[in-house]
């Protein structure tokens, strides 16, 4: 066909404008701009990843243990967070497809389709416990729950307008930045710096009251961190925003800015609970259907700590809520050979990617407003459930990121290799250890 004949899609014609855009950049040594251009997947994905259930999971450890054993174990959480995304970015970068397309492609489609289910009910799991972060941050300002409900519905809605992948981002990112707001709730606490640097340099062990509570928040605190989720999600948004293998550089960046903003945050949710475990507040007593936490600070941080710990738990499973509502709706769009999988197409070009991504937000709502649902336990459940699903979700990654026909020159290294499968073995290790001690101390044998 001559190249006159040739017509460009909408999508074809937007993405090359972003990259010329790119290439112009990179021309004219604006290094600024071009790392501007080319932010995006990496510090959505790991802000993303800091939601509701992440937040209140940290909160709920400092809480209960304090500072010592904790605030370094969040910090090693997030480098291996980094060390997975970065392969996944890799990979979408090199291959121009995204995770779920990748294992229908490379694994055949029954891994494929088990692969999409499992995210699918991981998924909705999590976004229910996103719009429970929202309804608890909102009924610290006496909203109800419908109109929280609402909202993060609506707001799954209102980003996907426009067509057009760009502008999605930059909403959730101006979103995500808001993240911080633990980091002043944090700061009204008033932490030991003393305890803080002692902490982080010596990782001094802790005493363990309950055994099954000690396992689960470790394992909370790992699926706050590493979920499978964060593999569909920025692997196919660095498909949707164009990125090449002569972008790797500043796709590292972008996750290497993601992952430092996330764990100071995620440290800084820890640091603002602590005053709850200094004066032996009993946390199981806390309102879960209420204010929670922030009611709980508000005398230590005052009132104003109070309804920052509150707006920052609307913020958190808002950001989430586009970004796992996106994972949802990749996937579901990339396991439909031929199907449009973009936010840069619209609703008639792509419905199942639209309809998954507005669909699964809609069901959460839906659950959410049954009454009676048990919020915490849930929330911390969920990121149990994340880090079970996580080791088989590294494995494939693992196997595609050492294909040299796939990848080339940028196939893992021996060193990345050692590094991930270790992080596997430990990550399914502490899934199992805390399903197991909790079967048992269930049942008392």
Request: charged share 10%; hydrophobic share 55%; with cysteine.
């Amino acid at each position: 066909m001559p190249a006159s004949d040739v017509v460009l899609s909408a999508e074809d014609r937007d993405r090359a404008l972003d990259r010329r855009r790119v290439l112009a950049a990179r021309q004219t040594g604006r290094k600024g701009l071009l790392v501007w251009l080319l932010l995006g997947p990496g510090v959505l994905v790991m802000l993303g990843e800091n939601d509701g259930p992440s937040m209140l999971s940290y909160a709920a450890t400092g809480a209960s243990y304090g500072i010592g054993f904790f605030l370094p174990f969040i910090v090693l959480t997030f480098a291996a967070a980094y060390f997975v995304q970065e392969m996944g970015m890799r990979l979408g970068a090199v291959t121009h497809r995204g995770y779920g397309e990748l294992i229908f492609q490379r694994f055949g489609a029954f891994w494929g389709w088990l692969t999409v289910g499992d995210l699918v009910i991981t998924n909705l799991i999590t976004l229910i416990t996103e719009i429970i972060a929202i309804r608890v941050g909102m009924a610290h300002f006496g909203i109800s729950t419908p109109v929280a409900v609402g909202f993060a519905v609506g707001l799954v809605i209102v980003s996907a307008l426009g067509s057009r992948y760009s502008r999605w981002e930059r909403i959730s990112m101006s979103l995500a930045v808001f993240n911080l707001l633990f980091v002043v709730v944090a700061v009204l606490a008033k932490p030991s710096p003393v305890a803080i640097g002692h902490a982080l340099l010596t990782w001094s062990p802790l005493g363990v009251d309950s055994l099954p509570q000690f396992l689960l928040l470790v394992a909370s605190n790992i699926g706050a961190t590493v979920t499978p989720w964060m593999l569909f999600f920025q692997q196919s948004a660095t498909v949707d925003k164009g990125l090449t293998p002569r972008d790797i550089g500043e796709g590292r960046l972008d996750t290497t800015v993601g992952t430092a903003i996330a764990a100071v945050a995620g440290c800084a949710a820890l640091l603002a609970a602590v005053p709850l475990f200094a004066h032996h507040v009993d946390t199981a007593a806390l309102p879960q259907g209420g204010a929670g936490y922030a009611q709980a600070l508000q005398p230590y941080v005052g009132r104003w700590g109070a309804a920052l710990f509150a707006l920052g738990l609307i913020e958190a499973g808002a950001v989430a809520m586009l970004t796992i509502s996106a994972s949802t709706a990749y996937a579901l769009g990339e396991a439909f050979a031929g199907a449009g999988h973009s936010f840069n197409r619209s609703l008639i070009e792509a419905p199942v990617f639209h309809l998954a991504n507005i669909g699964v937000a809609a069901l959460a709502g839906a659950i959410v407003l049954i009454p009676g649902l048990p919020l915490l336990n849930i929330t911390l459940n969920a990121n149990l459930l994340a880090v079970l699903l996580m080791p088989p979700a590294l494995v494939f990654l693992l196997v595609m990121v050492n294909d040299r026909e796939l990848m080339g020159r940028h196939v893992n290294g021996w060193r990345d290799n050692v590094l991930a499968i270790a992080l596997t073995v430990l990550i399914a290790a502490a899934g199992s250890a805390s399903v197991i001690v909790s079967f048992f101390h269930t049942f008392h044998f």
